[in-house]
């Protein structure tokens, strides 16, 4: 099995990677308990209740005259009792609808302080046993107006929190340099609120639609990956095999580290992550600096692969530009470029979040 954290000489690297990324499909078995968000059991239908429209008659006694003739006799039902038969009452209702909802109000509900400038973010949905309504792989905007502020400021943001979790919703933000909308956020306070608006599709992700994906992010461009690999491995039908190569400046930025610690014990012929670190401590083990071309070409599947391969790209503009070329704009993706252009992977194998 593959030891976590430890980068190995580049050829023995390269060997264990390529074998890992040729072998079938599988589940490891393991019976780890997954941490946190980790724990999601996403994605999949829900089991509908239908209203019995119909009884069955008595032996030996005839239709009830005082009830409604569709009633008793197996008719198909009056127009007024298809009013009456109620919504699928196991389907939880959704905060966010799209189209022309506009923006739902929320309220934030706690902070948690995950390391010296990202925060965990809980507002309380509109209802406490609504779901937000999202789907793997879409966003929320988050919008705010300041005071003195012309117009409003608006980001999109990834959940971190599971699709079908009711009464909440989560986010983990990093604050940034003038971020206004991240150093908004970070000044809040629980019992304030916050405007979101939604779903924003992203790539729409289906069971074992790719044998492969690959995601590489770096800090806060984890949480749409981090969306996905929640999906994969939270549903026992999608076999799909992941390697995450995860970007940051030192240590204690790795966000939601254990929870993707968890999911490598668990799914150890599936799931991969390499860590790589601008600033690591001494005795960091593994990759140093910024996510190399060397790295990639080690630890990634090949492009041969061709559609049973999906890669996945997020992080800071400077990432984009190195990694896949920058998105010409939020519905244009633009063309290939960078450090996986020259490895020789096509622009329908990748995708930017």
């Not at 039908?237 to 930025?253: M, P, W």
């Amino acid at each position: 099995m593959f030891a976590r954290q430890v980068f190995r000489p580049a050829a023995v690297l390269r060997s264990h990677v390529r074998r890992y990324a040729s072998d079938s499909s599988q589940s490891s078995g393991g019976n780890s308990t997954l941490y946190g968000a980790g724990a999601a059991a996403v994605g999949g239908a829900g089991l509908y209740w239908y209203f019995n429209r119909s009884k069955p008659l008595e032996s030996g006694h005839g239709p009830d005259k005082s009830k409604p003739e569709s009633e008793g006799q197996g008719q198909p039902a009056s127009k007024t009792e298809e009013q009456n038969i109620p919504a699928n009452t196991n389907e939880a209702s959704k905060a966010f609808r799209g189209g022309d909802q506009g923006f739902v109000s929320l309220k934030l509900d706690s902070v948690e302080i995950l390391n010296h400038n990202t925060k965990k973010f809980r507002f309380s949905l509109p209802e406490n046993d609504s779901v937000a309504g999202l789907h793997v792989a879409s966003a929320l905007l988050a919008k705010y107006k300041g005071p003195e502020m012309e117009k409003p400021v608006i980001r999109p943001y990834t959940p971190t929190s599971e699709e079908d979790s009711k009464g909440y919703i989560e986010f983990v933000v990093k604050k940034y340099p003038n971020g206004p909308m991240s150093t908004h956020l970070h000044d809040m306070v629980p019992g304030q609120r916050l405007d979101f608006k939604g779903p924003i599709p992203k790539y729409p992700w289906a069971p074992n639609k790719h044998d492969h994906i690959a995601l590489i992010a770096g800090g806060t461009g984890i949480t749409p990956m981090y969306q996905l690999i929640r999906a994969i491995f939270s549903n026992p039908e999608d076999q799909t095999k992941v390697t995450l190569v995860f970007g940051n400046i030192s240590e204690e930025d790795i966000l939601l580290k254990r929870e993707l610690e968890d999911l490598e014990n668990t799914y150890p012929r599936r799931f991969r992550a390499f860590y790589t670190l601008d600033n690591p401590p001494e005795k960091w083990q593994q990759g140093k600096g910024f996510i190399s071309k060397e790295l990639l070409k080690t630890v990634l599947p090949e492009p041969k692969e061709g559609e049973k391969l999906k890669i996945f790209v997020c992080g800071p503009p400077g990432m984009y530009k190195a990694i896949s070329g920058p998105k010409k704009s939020p519905a244009d993706q633009g063309e290939l470029g960078g450090v996986l252009s020259e490895l020789g992977y096509s622009k329908e194998q990748v995708y930017k979040f």
